[in-house]
T-cell receptor, first 109, second 114 residues
Framework: GQSLEQPSEVTAVEGAIVQINCTYQ??????LSWYQQHDGGAPTFLSY????GLEETGRFSSFLSRSDSYGYLLLQELQMKDSASYFC??????????FGGGTRLMVKP | DAGVIQSPRHEVTEMGQEVTLRCKPI?????LFWYRQTMMRGLELLIY????????DSGMPEDRFSAKMPNASFSTLKIQPSEPRDSAVYFCASRRGREAGELFFGEGSRLTVL
């Protein structure tokens, strides 16, 4: 089976940096993705790590360590609009994407 | 280019009724996924298709659930008979190719079974 662990809630202030961690257990690991979901909305893709290391996309970065079965999403220069739920998701060789329980990020002024 | 289109956006029905949710994937995408989201269970994969063929339906909760993809531009998820515990948001998502990392989600169908 597969399991993913991520914190349920994180709170930070506007302009700060926040890191959301994700640890996983899976067979046939292929890559780790991150998605953002605002209340009432659909999940939207943020980033994908197929190899170890850091991927940067604007204010967002994502990191993967396959040997540690660990990844994180780093959000810099937080804005109020970043308040949302963030999901890590594991892709296995069977092309299935399994989502973690999500981390609710609250950005305060 | 239009995104993934789902209908209905909201459905309220009574226990025992048949529910049909519809999805039109992005043109050219050959993978289609159905997910269900609840507070208790999060985002669960129900079934996925590749080139209109069901590949893995191990997430379908029970025989009351069925999904079809008669052509590349249309899929349905049917629940018959529906039960209150089926209340959830059902998302359809699509992707182009085996290697792509990004899944494109529709806006979801919010189902309430009374």
């Amino acid at each position: 089976g597969q399991s993913l662990e991520q914190p349920s809630e994180v709170t930070a202030v506007e302009g700060a940096i926040v890191q959301i961690n994700c640890t996983y257990q899976t067979s046939g690991f292929y890559g780790l993705s991150w998605y953002q979901q605002h209340d009432g909305g659909a999940p939207t893709f943020l980033s994908y790590n197929g190899l170890d290391g850091l991927e940067e996309t604007g204010r967002f970065s994502s990191f993967l360590s396959r040997s540690d079965s660990y990844g994180y999403l780093l959000l810099q220069e937080l804005q109020m609009k970043d308040s949302a739920s963030y999901f890590c998701a594991v892709r296995n060789a069977g092309n299935m994407l399994t989502f973690g329980g999500g981390t609710r990020l609250m950005v305060k002024p | 280019d239009a995104g993934v289109i789902q209908s209905p956006r909201h459905e309220v029905t009574e226990m025992g009724q048949e529910v049909t949710l519809r999805c039109k994937p992005i043109s050219g995408h050959d993978y289609l996924f159905w997910y269900r989201q609840t507070m208790m269970r999060g985002l669960e994969l129900l079934i996925y298709f590749n080139n209109n063929v069901p590949i893995d339906d191990s997430g379908m909760p029970e025989d009351r659930f069925s999904a079809k993809m008669p052509n590349a531009s249309f899929s349905t998820l049917k629940i018959q008979p529906s039960e209150p515990r089926d209340s959830a948001v059902y998302f359809c998502a699509s992707r182009r190719g085996r290697e792509a990392g990004e899944l494109f989600f529709g806006e979801g169908s919010r189902l309430t079974v009374l």
